[in-house]
């Protein structure tokens, strides 16, 4: 298959609903756990008529609100802690998630936009994965 459109959900039951309506409409598609975060991955083939696209995304935004509330419901329900984290994109294409005290995520979200944030993580990154111990007056 050529380039592939993708569709995250993190509960089985709301995957389930979009794996119909994609069997109904008769498309392939493949699917895949995603390790980072343990959600499902579906994958379809990007040919896709642009009135079908537009339906699956319509019905992807309404099935990704079910699926965060669900999500929500279950870690209220089960009495776990709420958890956030950073996706870290690493040199060579590794990547891997900080775990971040939530309260913390949205302080820091109430204050800046998250392209600010994911601009500031980029360049702690860099820093660490590139050592330079010159003097920042010196690397302008």
């Known amino acids: 298959m ?8 993190f509960t089985s039951s709301v995957a389930d609903k979009f794996i119909s309506v994609l069997k109904e409409r008769n498309l392939d598609y493949i699917q895949e756990a995603e390790p980072m975060q343990g959600a499902i991955v579906l994958k379809i083939a990007e ?3 642009d009135d079908l696209w537009d339906a699956l995304d319509d019905l992807y935004d309404e099935l990704s609100e079910e699926d965060q509330a669900l999500l929500e ?4 329900d089960s009495g776990a802690k709420s958890a956030a984290g950073i996706y870290l994109q690493l040199l060579g294409g590794k990547q891997t998630i900080a ?3 939530p309260d913390i995520m949205n302080k820091i979200l109430s204050a ?3 392209d600010e944030l994911n601009a500031f993580i980029d360049t702690i990154v860099r820093s660490v994965e590139n050592p330079d111990d010159s003097p920042i007056c010196k690397r302008l």
Do not use: H, K, P, S
């Not at 419901?73 to 209220?76: L, M, R, S």
């Open 73 to 76: 419901e279950g870690i209220d």
């Open 47 to 49: 040919g896709v008529d």
């Open 2 to 9: 050529n380039e592939m459109l993708e569709y995250l959900f």
């Open 112 to 114: 800046i936009t998250m």
């Open 99 to 101: 775990q971040v005290d």
